[in-house]
């Protein structure tokens, strides 16, 4: 038998999934239901802020989310009314100032190490953005792909105002692709902090809600994402981010191979005769 026509082994494509409701985080609180899953930074005492290991731990997380066929939908949220408060004074910006160029730079690929996982998990991330939302929060902000937040969220990108520059993990990158070139010049350029009612008219925040309302929309919505066709917003994800490197007739080529591949899928067969009866389609994401 040739390689070409040597069968499948779907115990071993079986073996590459890994659920991650069985996950056990250790940095920050992760919970998995009905192809929910939450993180939810757990810091409230400190605002929520993010320590070399939580750093490391996310980024592992999100990198591993590519096999998890349990995990549909991700939310991420911080615990006491604030979303995250950047890197932690004590634990990451006073051990950095001690470091040399080599070890700065290991840390600093490591960062954006995460925001690269985000983009490329095939999951939707909705940040649930409440209260201070500063530095490397507004980046994990930043990199989810919708952003709910409330009338008191501050978020601001402050890194000028600890003598760095503002771009860091993407942000000058993917910053004047939400808010535009202007508008993320001066938030990068001062590092003020930006007003829930302002970040949602400057598109930062897609909506807001009321604080005790916040985690349950981004539930909600979670929700309704993951009840659709999940392959084929997997690949709205993947799409929505590679075609930033393309042309405009190379995003239409893309596009029509990715969109014909999303026709082979039963979920794609499970609407038409869902509509040919006049029903909702019941989606499985295959």
């Not at 995250?84 to 004590?90: F, I, K, P, T």
């Given at each position: 038998?040739?390689?070409?026509?040597?069968?499948?082994?779907?115990?071993?494509?079986?073996?590459?999934?890994?659920?991650?409701?069985?996950?056990?985080?250790?940095?920050?609180?992760?919970?998995?239901?009905?192809?929910?899953?939450?993180?939810?930074?757990?810091?409230?005492?400190?605002?929520?802020?993010?320590?070399?290991?939580?750093?490391?731990?996310?980024?592992?997380?999100?990198?591993?989310?590519?096999?998890?066929?349990?995990?549909?939908?991700?939310?991420?949220?911080?615990?006491?009314?604030?979303f995250c408060s950047g890197g932690d004074v004590h634990e990451i910006i006073?051990?950095?100032?001690?470091?040399?160029?080599?070890?700065?730079?290991?840390?600093?690929?490591?960062?954006?190490?995460?925001?690269?996982?985000?983009?490329?998990?095939?999951?939707?991330?909705?940040?649930?953005?409440?209260?201070?939302?500063?530095?490397?929060?507004?980046?994990?902000?930043?990199?989810?792909?919708?952003?709910?937040?409330?009338?008191?969220?501050?978020?601001?990108?402050?890194?000028?105002?600890?003598?760095?520059?503002?771009?860091?993990?993407?942000?000058?990158?993917?910053?004047?692709?939400?808010?535009?070139?202007?508008?993320?010049?001066?938030?990068?350029?001062?590092?003020?902090?930006?007003?829930?009612?302002?970040?949602?008219?400057?598109?930062?925040?897609?909506?807001?809600?009321?604080?005790?309302?916040?985690?349950?929309?981004?539930l909600a919505l979670a929700r309704e994402l993951a009840d659709g066709p999940?392959?084929?917003?997997?690949?709205?994800?993947?799409?929505?981010?590679?075609?930033?490197?393309?042309?405009?007739?190379?995003?239409?080529?893309?596009?029509?191979?990715?969109?014909?591949?999303?026709?082979?899928?039963?979920?794609?067969?499970?609407?038409?005769?869902?509509?040919?009866?006049?029903?909702?389609?019941?989606?499985?994401?295959?």
């Amino acid at each position: 038998m040739n390689q070409a026509s040597a069968p499948i082994d779907h115990a071993l494509l079986a073996g590459n999934r890994r659920p991650a409701s069985s996950y056990r985080a250790t940095h920050f609180l992760w919970e998995v239901q009905a192809g929910v899953a939450v993180v939810t930074l757990n810091r409230p005492e400190r605002k929520n802020p993010l320590t070399f290991d939580s750093y490391a731990e996310l980024r592992d997380l999100f990198g591993n989310l590519k096999f998890a066929d349990d995990v549909k939908v991700i939310v991420i949220a911080g615990a006491g009314g604030n979303f995250c408060s950047g890197g932690d004074v004590h634990e990451i910006i006073g051990p950095l100032v001690r470091l040399k160029v080599p070890e700065l730079l290991m840390f600093t690929r490591m960062t954006g190490e995460l925001v690269k996982v985000m983009r490329a998990c095939p999951q939707p991330i909705i940040a649930a953005v409440d209260g201070v939302c500063a530095g490397a929060g507004a980046i994990v902000a930043m990199a989810s792909d919708i952003r709910l937040g409330t009338v008191r969220s501050k978020t601001a990108f402050l890194f000028n105002r600890v003598g760095l520059a503002g771009c860091d993990m993407g942000a000058c990158a993917m910053l004047p692709r939400i808010v535009g070139q202007g508008r993320a010049s001066e938030l990068l350029y001062t590092g003020r902090a930006l007003g829930g009612e302002e970040a949602e008219r400057w598109g930062f925040l897609n909506r807001l809600c009321s604080p005790e309302r916040l985690r349950d929309e981004a539930l909600a919505l979670a929700r309704e994402l993951a009840d659709g066709p999940t392959f084929a917003n997997g690949i709205t994800k993947t799409m929505l981010h590679q075609e930033w490197a393309m042309t405009i007739d190379q995003a239409i080529e893309a596009e029509a191979q990715a969109q014909a591949i999303c026709m082979l899928t039963q979920d794609f067969t499970r609407a038409y005769e869902a509509f040919a009866v006049k029903k909702k389609p019941v989606f499985q994401g295959d």
